[in-house]
């Protein structure tokens, strides 16, 4: 199992935060910019022919003279796109520090809160192993289907590479209803990932991106005359390794991240960097609420 009955509690606290709500399709727990015939007062409107008389206020009208009809809030559901790289290096790391069981208890915690609060998730599997498997992508609405997402998530697992633009494309060959686009992604990609992010946006999305790394990949404990290889291309590449290079590497992976976050701040996309020791669940009830995507 994923996670436990305590971290399930936890998650059913939070709500997915989004800055302009989508027009759902069904009525959920999530207050809408729309007004509507939903059971909350919020505001008022001259009355124009042709309204339902039924929705007029009769005791402002007795005190004004005038008719006016009662606006209400609505509640929708908010179309939530999981999106998770599921590509060969995601496959690092030991124990609780893995990549991509990081990367699924995140995609379940994010899942869980969704599910929690009426939302409809779409959980998606980023690989050029996956891309042409049903089993690759599930959709669900209602707490009554968190166990049916757990065992999805169980079942997979990182293989192949991924061209992350190229994947997040595919996914949107098919009609998708505009939402929330969440991407779990270590966004080692050669090909990058910046021009799908732009079309996301581009079809009414609303972006946010957790950049997962292991803490050996940050800080590597290497030294020598190494071969390194690629996981999923198997290209190899020799190195010598003293601690100027260590040094010119470190500097290098946070100015990458530096730039990731330049980027997507320009954009308007929330962005969290997180690695892998640090607990699943800190990252979802903290980093996330701080970085603004749970509240």
Sequence with gaps: ???????LHKLQQLTLVTTRVRAGALR???????????????????????????????????RLDRPYIKLREEEEDLAVHILVDASKSMDWGEGPQHKFAFALHLAAGLGSIAL?????????????????????EVSLRGQQYLLHLLKFLEAQQAA??????????????KPRRPGLVIVISDLLSPHGYQSTLKMLQQRGHEVAIVHVMSPDEVDPPLAGDLKLIDVETGTAQEVSLDSGLRTAYRERVQAWRTEAQ???????????????????????????????MVK
Excluded at 121 to 136: F, P, R, T
Aim: proline content about 1%; some cysteine; aromatic content about 10%.
């Design 1 to 7: 199992m994923l996670f436990d009955e305590s971290s």
């Design 28 to 62: 959920g727990e999530r207050r809408s910019l729309k007004r509507g015939a939903g059971l909350e007062f919020a505001d008022f409107r001259d009355y124009v022919p042709g309204d339902d008389l039924r929705r007029v206020d009769w005791n402002v009208y007795a």
């Design 160 to 173: 192949g590479a991924t061209n992350l633009d190229a994947a997040m494309h595919r996914y949107l060959i």
């Design 116 to 136: 929690g609060t009426g939302d409809r998730i779409s959980v998606v599997m980023l690989s050029e192993a996956k891309h042409l498997s049903a089993s690759s």
């Design 262 to 292: 330049v980027f997507c701040r320009a954009r308007g996309v929330r962005y969290l960097a997180v690695e892998t020791d640090r607990a699943w669940d800190e990252v979802v009830l903290y980093d996330m609420r701080k970085a603004g």
